[in-house]
């Protein structure tokens, strides 16, 4: 079965300090891997967009790796602010079923001052 | 751009009552979508749409209906809604479901159903 899941559930840090997101799957084949932010109320937004081949992509002080050996990636935050304070979520999209796109569960962040 | 607009952004629902959740979009986006999301759960399709007079099923498509007449508008329709309709729902839109084409979102319909 197809799945995305993520850790941690949640997660607390210091504004200033950098973290580290989980995700692992088991889509196979995958045409490309998404991680987007959600605040609180909001629809998700897009941060990055990797596809099987890609290593790494960055935006900002957003930077996703991908590992499809091991089927992980992960979303490293670098120098958190408190407008980092969301979800995180990570979206993987099968080759087949291109409109299938499959959702993890989220980790919540949270920056402290 | 306003992008994806959904309406209302809040809603309760008595069970059995009916309601529309509207979606539209002014990107002129072929693939349109409704997911509904639950806490601690993944978002969940529940219908989606590759052009204007196209729908198909996603995951959870039980009590709810679409229509898709134009590019711009995807409303999703409750018959009767149930207590297990409580969620959040969101609409998004995309080119297509290639590598360079993100989701976009609306900022979702909160409805509760009592």
């Known amino acids: 079965k197809n799945q995305v899941e993520q850790s941690p559930q949640s997660l607390i840090i210091l504004e200033g300090k950098n973290c580290t997101l989980q995700?692992?799957?088991?889509?196979?084949?995958?045409?490309?891997l998404r991680w987007y932010k959600q605040d609180t109320g909001r629809g998700p937004v897009s941060l990055t967009i990797m596809t099987f081949s890609e290593n790494t992509k960055s935006n900002g002080r957003y930077t996703a790796t991908l590992d499809a050996d091991t089927k992980q990636s992960s979303l490293h935050i670098t120098a958190s602010q408190l407008s980092d304070s969301a979800s995180y979520i990570c979206v993987v999209i099968p080759t087949s079923g291109t409109y299938k796109y499959i959702f993890g569960t989220g980790t919540r962040l949270k920056v402290l001052a | 751009n306003a992008g994806v607009t959904q309406t209302p952004k809040f809603r309760i629902l008595k069970i059995g009552q009916s309601m529309t959740l509207q979606c539209t979009q002014d990107?002129?986006?072929?693939?349109m979508y409704w997911y509904r999301q639950d806490p601690g759960m993944g978002l969940k399709l529940i219908y989606y749409s590759v052009g204007a007079g196209i729908t198909d099923k996603g995951e959870v498509p039980n009590g709810y209906n679409v229509s898709r007449s134009t590019t711009e508008d995807f409303p999703l329709r409750l018959e009767l809604a149930a207590p297990s309709q409580t969620s959040v729902y969101f609409c998004?839109?995309?080119?297509?479901?290639?590598?360079?084409?993100?989701?976009?979102f609306g900022n979702g319909t909160r409805l509760t159903v009592t």
């Open positions: 998004a839109s995309t080119e297509g479901p290639s590598y360079n084409s993100p989701l976009h």
């Open positions: 995700c692992n799957y088991t889509v196979s084949p995958f045409s490309n």
């Open positions: 990107m002129n986006h072929n693939y």
